[in-house]
């Protein structure tokens, strides 16, 4: 936890749970043969914050999702939301609790014969909301997913971006608690995708609105989410704020999800040459990221920096990034220096010893 | 000369204003019946939204005995039922009670269909937002299938013209009716021609009124 304020990445509001899923099983039954989508998963979202599920597709993620607002019932397990027990729930009660929980597809889902306006108001006549009333909430949730001139235009004239729009602004017509995301972004485009989910950001920040998505994507993890869990044949296997998961990844699962989006990796032939000095990985985070730390080192020790690789990217809003140097001068000085280093708040790795 | 084409002028205006009179009422009620059906054969069917299996065996077993039945034969067989529901087993009105028996259940087939074809995760979306099974049915499954739907009521309406045309057979009058008698039965072939022309056109008419209407309705 002491990670999370220390990179500066938002807690949730007050700390408290909002999606609390305990010991949940799925068992799908196809004649005589039996598939376990979901082995006993555990899960707590906080209020507030954007919770990501990773993993590779048949790992259960979906029906996890699915299971949260029971358009899929699970074997077994808990499911709470708002502390309300959604898996004992039937009929009204059920749909009066699924109306606090929006959701959005991969495949947008919208009514394809009816306006755009059309398809954000029915969930507000649903709601029992009057038409005057209705339509000016329209207007707004328009004007908020940025779709202010398209009221009139069917779906089938709209971009898949323009599309997941609609379909955001229809879930988030009821004022709901939790928006629940099943691959969002999967079926658009590199672009597309990064305004959605600057969209999803910022729905986020300004309506305080909880969002549990699931992805296959990491580059969606990495832009958006607080925390998240890896998912692997059908249990959590990993779990952690999103910065862990890029710094430290435990799992086999984690390593090689996080090494594709960050392009984190040391390229081969600087390990394969031989240096005069030592190679050391530095790895930077937060804050950290935009001091001075080699000059610094430089004029504190008598030690040489030379730079040989370098990358930096963002995990959410913290800047993230690494450095491979060759560090030349007397050992016992540039041990010294790496201890700096590390004192700083870098993690250090020596690659090669000169 | 002139008395020949006045008298086959007003005799094909009765035989039209007739078949219009019985295909236009059958269709009215059979779409009435036919559209409950179609839509409890697609909701009880496994996965949906008020998946029953009993019900959509037996309904779709009624259904397929009613349809199997030659309309000829199910023109006689209901005597009794058409007595008892408007009173008499011959003429225009009672040649309308086997036309719904015939159509309806064809109706019923041809909703079916069409309300399969609607994506089954915009279901899911609503089924999200709270929507009761009586809402999915109002808000999604027709307005989703409204184009198509009207497709399915044209080809009945056509398939009713048809089988209007042996209503004949109690007294039921019609273009068909004129076709044979007069034409078939007396060997006057401008009769039959003509009877045959009109019912070309009214079928063409009503095909591409019915095409024109869903195309306009279909935005997706």
């Known amino acids: ?354 | 000369m002139d008395n020949h084409w006045a008298e086959l002028g007003s005799m094909l205006l009765q035989s039209l204003t007739e078949t219009a009179t019985m295909v236009s009422i059958s269709i009215v009620i059979s779409a009435l019946v036919g559209l409950p059906l179609g839509i409890i054969l697609v909701i009880t069917r496994e996965g949906h939204i008020a998946e029953n299996k009993w019900v959509h065996r037996l309904l779709g077993a009624l259904i397929n005995v009613l349809r199997s039945i030659p309309f000829i034969i199910l023109m006689v067989a209901i005597v009794p039922v058409t007595k008892a529901i408007v009173g008499t087993t011959i003429g225009t009105k009672a040649a309308i009670v086997p036309l719904v028996f015939y159509a309806g259940p064809y109706i019923g087939r041809l909703v079916e269909s069409s309300l399969m074809e609607v994506d089954k995760g915009v279901i899911e979306a609503f089924l999200a937002m709270g929507a009761s099974p009586l809402q999915i049915i109002w808000r999604v499954l027709l307005p989703e299938s409204i184009p198509s739907l009207i497709l399915g009521i044209t080809i009945a309406t056509v398939g009713l013209i048809g089988a209007s045309a042996m209503a004949g057979a109690i007294g039921g009058g019609g273009l068909g009716d004129l076709a044979i008698r007069y034409g078939y039965q007396q060997f006057e072939t401008d009769v039959m021609v003509i009877t045959v022309a009109v019912l070309v056109v009214l079928v063409q008419g009503i095909q591409t009124l019915g095409n024109l209407l869903a195309s306009r309705l279909r935005h997706g």
């Open chain 1, 1 to 354: 936890m002491c990670t999370r304020r220390k990179y500066g990445v938002r807690d949730g509001l007050g700390g408290s749970t909002l999606i609390e899923i305990k010991d949940l099983h799925k068992v799908y039954a196809f004649g005589e043969k039996q598939i376990e989508a979901l082995k006993g998963v555990n899960l707590r979202v906080e209020k507030g914050e954007i919770y990501g599920v990773v993993g590779s597709s048949g790992a259960g993620k979906s029906s996890l999702i699915r299971c949260v607002n029971l358009l899929e019932k699970p074997t077994s397990g808990q499911i709470r939301v708002g502390g309300l027990d959604i898996t004992s729930l039937k009929g009204a009660e059920l749909r009066d609790a699924r109306k606090r929980i929006g959701m959005i597809f991969q495949h947008f889902n919208l009514l394809s014969n009816k306006t755009v306006f059309h398809n954000v108001v029915v969930p507000l006549y649903l709601a029992g909301v009057g038409k005057k009333e209705a339509a000016q909430r329209v207007v707004d949730l328009l004007h908020l997913v940025n779709l202010d001139a398209k009221a009139n235009a069917y779906p089938g004239q709209l971009s898949g971006g323009q599309k997941q729009r609609v379909a955001i602004a229809r879930a988030l017509a009821t004022n709901p608690e939790v928006l629940l995301c099943d691959e969002a972004t999967s079926a658009l485009d590199p672009q597309t995708t990064d305004s959605i989910l600057q969209l999803l950001k910022e729905i986020n920040r300004t309506l305080g609105i909880t969002i549990l998505i699931i992805t296959h994507e990491m580059n969606v993890v990495r832009e958006i989410c607080d925390r998240v869990a890896v998912m692997e044949d059908g249990q959590i296997i990993e779990e952690g704020t999103v910065v862990e998961l890029f710094t430290m990844p435990r799992t086999e699962t984690a390593k090689a999800f996080t090494k594709a989006v960050m392009g984190d990796s040391v390229p081969d032939d600087l390990l394969n040459r031989s240096h005069a000095g030592q190679l050391v990985k530095i790895t930077f985070l937060g804050p950290h990221a935009s001091d001075p730390i080699l000059s610094t080192l430089s004029k504190r020790f008598p030690v040489y920096a030379n730079v040989l690789h370098g990358h930096i990217a963002k995990i959410k809003d913290v800047p993230f990034g690494i450095l491979v140097v060759e560090l030349t001068g007397e050992k016992d000085n540039i041990l010294a220096g790496i201890e700096f280093l590390n004192q700083q708040g870098m993690k250090t790795e020596v690659l090669q010893h000169g």
